[in-house]
């Protein structure tokens, strides 16, 4: 499987379209409200020289921009939806290679209260370290989402193998064969993630302490790049299982 095809990077373009996303579900509640109220006040001011002129203007002004309004929030919960989703694909695109250091803004919501608190204090005290604690967050994200998605994963296959038990055609038993390579393969990596999670546990308290005691961390150098070499080859490794149990279950599929 070659790595390359697995990777994903962060465009200007995907970035741009988030941002239009965001400023268009802030400004539309005001620009749907705003702009009649402007359009009727100008008229007011106009041709509004007599009171019963300026106030039906004034009035029609505030009906339309109520309504205005009203659309706006419709567009605004809509855009706020569209994004909350392209937010939740991009994440998901990140995360297929491995999350790296630089990409931990994506994750602020999975972040824990106390690795927010942390990272900020360690930010303001010491920049290697700081760097040392966003990768090591990187991989306790990663590891986390391998470990919830390895389990769904196993749990998919493991209901596929029961329904092939029961066809108990020759087919089928040579798709049981090939689906319990895939499971102990998807076990194995479910548990080598759990290792990996317990790893960087393990490693966020240490840049803790090192930061509280101000000591540097290169003495445990080795240990981040272990780490990180895990943290970029399981996802990419899970990711492989996952798209041939999705070929294979295609050619099950044309072969029934």
């Keep these: 499987m070659d790595e390359i095809s697995l990777r994903y990077d ?3 373009r995907d970035l741009a379209k988030g941002r239009n996303l965001l400023v268009g579900a802030v400004a539309a509640p005001l620009v749907l409200g705003g702009l009649p109220l402007i359009v009727f006040f100008t008229l007011m001011f106009i041709f509004g020289a007599t009171p019963p002129a300026a106030a039906a203007f004034l009035f029609f002004g505030l009906i339309t ?3 205005g309004f009203l659309i706006g929030l419709g567009v605004s919960g809509y855009l706020g939806y569209r994004r909350a989703n392209w937010t939740a694909e991009m994440r998901e695109r990140i995360a297929a290679d491995g999350i790296r250091a630089e990409e931990i803004e994506w994750f602020k919501n999975e972040l824990r ?3 927010r608190r942390s990272l900020k204090e360690i930010s303001a005290r010491d920049a290697l370290l700081a760097d040392a604690y966003r990768d090591t967050l990187a991989t306790r994200l990663t590891a986390t989402r391998i470990i919830k998605s ?3 994963e196993l749990q998919l296959m493991q209901r596929r193998q029961q329904k092939l038990k029961q066809l108990g055609t020759q087919s089928s038993k040579d798709f049981q064969e090939t689906l319990a390579r895939d499971i102990a393969k998807i076990d194995s990596i479910n548990k080598e993630a759990k290792v990996m999670l317990a790893e960087a546990e393990t490693r966020l308290q240490m840049v803790e302490a090192a930061s509280v005691r101000g000591s540097a961390v290169a003495d445990s150098e080795l240990v981040l790049k272990k780490l990180s070499a895990r943290a970029t080859e399981l996802p990419l490794a899970l990711e492989e299982a996952k798209m041939a149990e999705e070929i294979r279950a295609e050619l099950e599929k044309e072969g029934h």
């Design 65 to 67: 921009g109520a309504i």
């Design 113 to 115: 209260s106390n690795e």
């Design 150 to 152: 390895s389990k769904r």
């Design 10 to 12: 962060v465009t200007r």
